[in-house]
């Protein structure tokens, strides 16, 4: 796992193919920024505000109780995940969940 120089980790979630946001000109790929606000709205939050449209400015939660469940890497070593935001109770860090 490869942290940014903030400590944050980009993750991959499974079986969902997201439009990258970072390119520019003809390169960009469409439908990114719809893909990002879907992602935020099915994750909890509104009013959400960026900086330049890559980093998250300001939001409603400022931040959410989540869970992310791995368990591999894809080739750049970014988890593969899942987020969940309801209804597994307690997990520990680094604990199995079946």
Known sequence: ????????????????????LHYVGPHRQPLGDA?????????????????????????????????ILMKGFD???RPISYIVTKGIGNVRSGETVS
């Not at 893909?35 to 939660?61: A, C």
Request: cysteine-free.
């Open 1 to 20: 796992m490869r942290p940014n120089k903030d400590g944050a980790v980009q993750l991959r979630f499974e079986g969902i193919d997201a439009p990258e």
């Open 35 to 67: 893909s990002r606000d879907k992602m935020i709205e099915i994750t909890g939050f509104v009013n959400v505000q960026y900086n330049g449209g890559l980093t998250v400015q300001s939001s409603t939660p400022e931040k959410i109780s989540a869970y």
């Open 75 to 77: 080739p750049h070593g």
